[in-house]
């Protein structure tokens, strides 16, 4: 396993000096004062308990769905979208971008993308508290990128000094553009019952999704589940819903991991059982990457974790049951999508 620790340890690396930005004009930051909403959902519907459901679709007879034949059902149904419950107008998602341009021609040589998402307070609960929470994650972003666009600056100084700016051209002009996006990818609400208590857990999932290139044949995709517990705003792990503790659920991991692998071993560029009991056992535990799911939780191995960069990541899925959690309802938070756009043309890579 001294290998995979290597690669970890490189991955660790350019994660951390990954945010790599900036622009001659300065920082455009697009944050509304306010948020309105033409429709506030009641508190019993937030909470998992009220909020209707659509009613079971009928043909022109008035048959069920269910009742139409095979034949007819295949021209009449359409693919479920899950989860089916939605709490609409929750929210709005912001962005910040910036970008360096050459001075010798205009190229773009640095750039980076980052979103964030206000929730609404008439429709979240303890939305004030998670939005301070995620506002502190987005100045993160945007410090560390303008932070990097300095180092590169200084780190080439002298080479413009003597070259002039177009030494800048030769080297980052043909495919060594480097950049860092980071998207806000969705919010999903759910409710849990642990086994032996009578209480619900509420919680709230924002997910986020990204990509950083930093030179070299290809940059890393990374992913980011945020947790809140919808009590009190607070951030929390899964290690306060499930109902084992982090060694049971680290055994979990292994055990469906390895039964995975079995199944699907093309997908990991490991050959034994045993490193998959190693990897697990050095490095997962509640705070790994994972995010819920209308089966149960998904641990997601990024690329070189297990598998290679070709593989993307890697899904397995620890059923609720064997956590002593079971799903009671789940809702998607509808907010309304940023207006900023930024696009790579990556035929330059």
């Known amino acids: ?25 300065g920082t455009e930051t697009v944050i509304p ?44 149904s359409e693919e479920t979208v899950w989860p089916e419950q939605t709490i609409p107008d929750a929210g709005e998602v912001v962005y910040s971008h910036n970008e360096y341009n050459c001075e010798a021609c205009g190229e773009e040589l640095f750039a980076y993308y980052t979103e964030s998402v206000i929730f609404s307070t008439e429709v979240i609960p303890c939305a004030e508290q998670i939005n301070e929470i995620l506002q502190e994650r987005m100045e993160n972003d945007i410090q560390l990128s303008e932070n990097s666009l300095e180092r590169f600056l ?15 051209c030769d080297k980052y002009h043909y495919g060594d553009m480097e950049f860092f996006t980071d998207y806000f990818t969705g919010a999903t609400q759910y409710v849990f019952e642990r086994e032996g208590e009578e209480d619900q857990y509420l919680c709230l999932e924002v997910d986020f999704e ?20 919808l009590n009190d705003g607070s951030i929390v792990s899964v290690g306060d819903i499930v109902n084992i ?31 998959i009991y190693e990897f697990v056992d050095n490095f997962v535990g509640f705070d790994f990457l994972m995010h ?58």
Request: glycine share 10%; proline share 4%.
């Open 33 to 76: 004062e306010d948020i309105v909403t033409e429709e506030s959902v009641s508190d019993d519907a937030v909470s998992g308990q009220d909020l209707e459901e659509e009613a079971s679709p009928e043909n022109t007879d008035g048959e069920s769905a269910a009742e139409i034949a095979p034949e007819d059902a295949e021209q009449n």
């Open 154 to 168: 200084e780190g080439h100084q002298s080479e413009i000094d003597a070259e002039g700016q177009e030494s800048l």
């Open 245 to 275: 503790s982090e060694e049971e659920f680290r055994t979990l991991v292994a055990e469906y991991t390895v039964e995975d692998f079995r199944e699907d071993g093309e997908k990991y560029f490991i050959y034994e059982e045993d490193s």
């Open 292 to 349: 819920f799911s209308e089966k149960g939780i998904v641990i997601e191995y990024s690329p070189y974790e297990l598998g290679s960069f070709g593989a993307g990541f890697i899904p397995v899925t620890i059923p609720y049951e064997e956590l002593g959690i079971r799903l009671v309802d789940v809702y998607g938070v509808d907010v309304t999508p940023s207006d900023g756009e930024y696009f790579i043309d990556m035929s330059r890579f």
């Open 1 to 25: 396993m001294k290998y995979i620790r290597i690669i970890l340890t490189l991955l660790a690396c350019c994660m951390v000096s990954g945010c790599i930005a900036g622009e001659n004009g």
């Open 210 to 229: 990204g990509y950083g290139y930093w030179g070299g044949v290809h940059g890393m995709p990374f992913k980011e589940i945020n947790l809140f517990d």
